[in-house]
Nanobody
Framework: VQLQASGGGLVQAGGSLRLSCAASGTIFSINAMGWYRQAPGKQRELVAR???????NYADSVKGRFTISGDNAKNTVYLQMNSLKPEDTAVYYC???????????????WGQGTQVTVSS
């Protein structure tokens, strides 16, 4: 399973960005996809996650500002980020909990990361 993320960049505070992540390769099923972020000197943290059944979780810090959505047919997840703040600055990583082959276990797969920088 390969994850290709796109959509990061530099934006002023209050602005918006939309991240996309597409899963490809050998995929039997995807249980959930989501976004994590890691700021310099900090641990990686969950931003938002959506399951194949549509259950969604958000970090408290992004509730009301970020929206995660998914397209199961395209194995793609999106993160719409509005009202961005400087503290949202981080490398954002796409994640998928997926089964690559029939009979395999659920494994966590990670994308390469995309930089989001919010200037004040």
């Amino acid at each position: 399973v390969q994850l290709q993320a796109s959509g990061g960049g530099l934006v002023q505070a209050g602005g918006s960005l939309r991240l996309s992540c597409a899963a490809s390769g050998t995929i039997f099923s995807i249980n959930a996809m989501g976004w994590y972020r890691q700021a310099p000197g900090k641990q990686r943290e969950l931003v938002a996650r959506i399951t194949a059944y549509g259950t969604i979780n958000y970090a408290d810090s992004v509730k009301g500002r970020f929206t995660i959505s998914g397209d199961n047919a395209k194995n793609t997840v999106y993160l719409q980020m509005n009202s961005l703040k400087p503290e949202d600055t981080a490398v954002y990583y796409c994640n998928a909990d997926a089964i690559a082959l029939v009979g395999d276990y659920v494994r966590a797969y990670w994308g390469q990361g995309t930089q989001v920088t919010v200037s004040s």
